[in-house]
């Protein structure tokens, strides 16, 4: 004959091992709960189930960011640059013809730069 099944209600409850925390964490943690109505328990509970925790980027997210930041600032003087170009063609005075080969390639390097990085964000992915 098999072991008659357990009420859900009679079920013991699980738990999680003790957390290290300062006195003055502490305290802060309980008197948000008191402030909140809540048993610190059921406070705790409450958050780690409701509130979204960032993950810690990986070395390989630090250094996208840091170089999707670089070129975000090339970009940007890319585009003073062509507003410096419009300006001078609108004032009727065409651009230095060296100034505007460089300014072009310059963009075309960065543009690479851009489009090798969401390669690698792609593969990441």
């Known amino acids: 004959m098999a072991r008659p099944l357990i009420n859900e209600d009679k ?3 699980a ?39 960032m993950p810690r980027k990986t070395n390989f997210e630090s250094s996208l960011l840091v170089e999707l930041n670089s070129i975000g600032v090339e970009l940007s003087r890319h585009g ?4 410096q170009l419009a300006h001078s063609v609108n004032s009727d005075r065409l651009p230095n013809i060296d100034y505007l080969e460089a300014t072009i390639s310059h963009q075309q390097a960065t543009i690479r730069e851009l489009r090798s990085l969401m390669e690698k964000l792609d593969q990441a992915l």
Request: aromatic share 2%; proline share 2%.
């Open 11 to 13: 079920k013991k409850s």
């Open 15 to 53: 738990s999680l091992p003790s957390i290290r925390l300062t006195q003055q964490e502490r305290n802060l943690i309980e008197d948000k709960a008191a402030t909140a109505g809540l048993s610190v328990t059921e406070f705790v509970r409450v958050l780690a189930l409701t509130e979204r925790v």
């Open 80 to 83: 003073n640059n062509l507003n």
